[in-house]
């Protein structure tokens, strides 16, 4: 990922997203963690762009969601840092 401070200004690009890792590796066959991060935001209309790696996965939201975003995970009980 690039920083936003470093996309030209004359590329097209969607700015304004902020990031929040997953501080542990998620087995391949665990399913539904990330329906359930996912569908904490869903619940609340915050939109959510999700890239996964093999070590981790990362959750995008936007700028303006950020805290809510952070508040909602931990009324769903995920631990927040």
């Known amino acids: 990922m690039?920083?936003?401070?470093?996309?030209?200004a004359e590329w097209k690009a969607d700015r304004g997203w902020r990031c929040f890792k997953v501080l542990a590796s998620?087995?391949?066959?665990m399913a539904g963690i990330l329906a359930s991060l996912t569908s904490c935001l869903a619940d609340e209309?915050?939109?959510v762009l999700v890239i996964s790696?093999?070590?981790t996965d990362y959750l995008l939201v936007r700028e303006l969601d950020l805290d809510k975003a952070y508040a909602l995970f931990r009324a769903c009980g995920y631990e927040v840092r």
Do not use: D, G, H, R
């Not at 690039?2 to 030209?8: N, Q």
């Open 2 to 8: 690039l920083p936003e401070e470093m996309v030209p």
């Open 26 to 29: 998620l087995n391949l066959e």
């Open 45 to 47: 209309a915050i939109s």
């Open 53 to 55: 790696t093999y070590n």
